[in-house]
C-alpha cells in the first residue's frame, strides 16, 4: 500500500499536532512576521537583503494569506478546545486569521460571489433532481422543457437574485468589518501581538506563567488517540 507521509495522517492526527506550546508559538511567530511585513517591509526598504526578504513577505501575505489565516483560525479553535485559560492566545490566532483571510477576500465582490455560488448550486441541484424524471409519464416532457438551457438560466437568475437580496445586506456588513480588520494599519497591529506573544510562548515555562497554558497539553477533546 503507498504511503504518503502527512497526506496518510487522519484529521485527529492533524489536530492534534497543533496541541503544543512550541507548535502554536511558532504559528503566532510566522504569522505575526507576515502580518507586520507591511510595516517591517517600509522599515527595512533601505536594506538591501532585509528589504527584499520583507517585498517577498508581504507578496506571500498578499497571495498565500487565505490559507494561512485559515490555519489561524483553526490552531485558535484547538487553543480554545483544549486550554480553557488561555483566551488570549485563541483570541488572538482567530483575529490574526480573520484579518489575512479579509485581506484577500475584500479585494472580490463577496455579495456578488457567494449569490453567483449559490444559484450555481441550486441549478445544478434541481438539474440533478428534474433530469431523473424525464421519462415519467405525463409530466416528462414538461420536465424535459424545464431542464433546457434558457429554462435552467432563468431558474439560476431567480436563485441568484433572491440570495443576493436576502444576503447582501449582511455580506455588506461582513466585508465592512473584514476591510478594517484588514487594513495595513490595523493588521499590523494585530501581528506586532501575535508575534510578542508568539514569542513569550516560545520562552520555556512563560506560556504556563503569562498566557494561561496547562502543561502537559491535552489532545482536543473531541477526537481520539
Excluded: H
Amino acid at each position: 500500500m503507498l504511503q504518503f507521509g502527512v497526506f496518510d495522517l487522519n484529521l485527529g492526527e492533524i489536530l492534534a499536532y497543533f496541541a503544543n506550546e512550541v507548535v502554536v508559538g511558532w504559528v503566532l511567530v510566522g504569522t505575526g512576521i507576515l502580518c507586520a511585513a507591511w510595516l517591517l517591509e517600509n522599515i527595512t526598504d533601505p536594506i538591501p537583503l532585509l528589504g527584499s526578504i520583507f517585498d517577498l513577505l508581504v507578496s506571500i501575505g498578499t497571495y498565500l494569506g487565505f490559507f494561512i489565516g485559515i490555519l489561524d483560525v483553526i490552531v485558535g479553535y484547538i487553543v480554545y478546545a483544549t486550554q480553557p485559560g488561555a483566551i488570549i492566545v485563541a483570541g488572538v490566532l482567530i483575529l490574526a486569521g480573520f484579518a489575512l483571510i479579509m485581506r484577500v477576500l475584500s479585494k472580490f465582490p463577496l455579495a456578488f460571489l457567494f449569490a453567483l455560488g449559490i444559484a450555481a448550486f441550486g441549478t445544478f441541484t434541481v438539474y440533478g433532481f428534474l433530469v431523473g424524471m424525464v421519462d415519467t409519464p405525463v409530466i416528462g416532457e414538461y420536465v424535459a422543457q424545464v431542464i433546457s438551457l434558457k429554462w435552467m438560466l432563468a431558474i439560476g437568475f431567480v436563485i441568484f437574485a433572491v440570495v443576493y437580496l436576502l444576503a447582501g445586506l449582511l455580506i455588506k456588513l461582513i466585508e465592512l468589518i473584514g476591510k478594517i480588520f484588514a487594513s495595513t494599519p490595523v493588521i499590523v497591529l494585530i501581528g506586532l501581538g501575535a508575534l510578542a506573544i508568539g514569542i513569550v510562548m516560545l520562552i520555556p515555562g512563560m506560556a504556563e506563567a503569562y498566557l494561561g497554558i496547562t502543561l502537559p497539553w491535552p489532545p482536543p477533546p473531541t477526537l481520539t488517540p
